[in-house]
C-alpha cells in the first residue's frame, strides 16, 4: 500500500469518524429535547424560569411534535451562523453542507408537521359533541399544521441567506 494510498484511507477514515460524531450529536440533542420538555413540564409552577418554560411548551403546543426535531435543526443554525461570524474563514468553506442540510430537512419536517397537524384535526371531529365543536377542533389543529410549516421554511430561508451571504456551496466535506 502507497503513502497516498494510507492517506485517502486515514482521511476517509476521519470523515465516517466526523459523520459518526454528527450523528451521535444529533441524536443527544433530541435526547436532550425530549428530556427538557419533560422537566418543563414538571417544574412549570415552581421554576424562576417559568416565563421561558411557558414560552417553550406554547411553541410545542403551536407546531406540534415536530417542534423539537426543528428546535434542534434551530440550534444547529446558530452554532454554524456563530461559527461563520467569529471562526476562522478557512473554517467556513466546510459549514455549507450543514446549511444545505438545514435548508433541506427545516420544510420537510414542516411538512411533516402540517401532515400531522390535520390529520389530528380530523381525527378528532366528533359531530356528537356538536357542530361548533367541531369547527373549534378543526381549526386547533389546521392552525398547528400551518405554524408547523412557516416554522420549517423560515429556517430554511435563513440557512439559506447564510449560505449566500458567505458565498458557500453544499460539495465540502463537513
Known sequence: MSASDRSLSARAA???????????????????????????????????LGLAARWLLIAWDKTGPTFLPLAALSLHLVLVAARLLVGPASRAKTLGPHLVLI??????????????????????????????????????????????????????????????????DGESAP
Open 103 to 168: 435548508e433541506t430537512t427545516s420544510p420537510a419536517l414542516g411538512f411533516l408537521g402540517t401532515l400531522i397537524g390535520l390529520a389530528s384535526a380530523m381525527g378528532g371531529i366528533d359531530l356528537a359533541k356538536g357542530l361548533e365543536t367541531a369547527v373549534v377542533t378543526l381549526t386547533a389543529g389546521t392552525g398547528q399544521a400551518i405554524y408547523s410549516s412557516i416554522y420549517g421554511v423560515v429556517q430554511a430561508l435563513a440557512a439559506y441567506a447564510l449560505r449566500f451571504a458567505f458565498h458557500l
Open 14 to 48: 476521519r470523515a465516517d469518524l466526523s459523520r459518526l460524531g454528527d450523528l451521535l450529536a444529533w441524536v443527544g440533542v433530541l435526547g436532550i429535547g425530549f428530556l427538557a420538555y419533560t422537566l418543563v413540564r414538571l417544574w412549570l409552577g415552581t421554576s424562576p
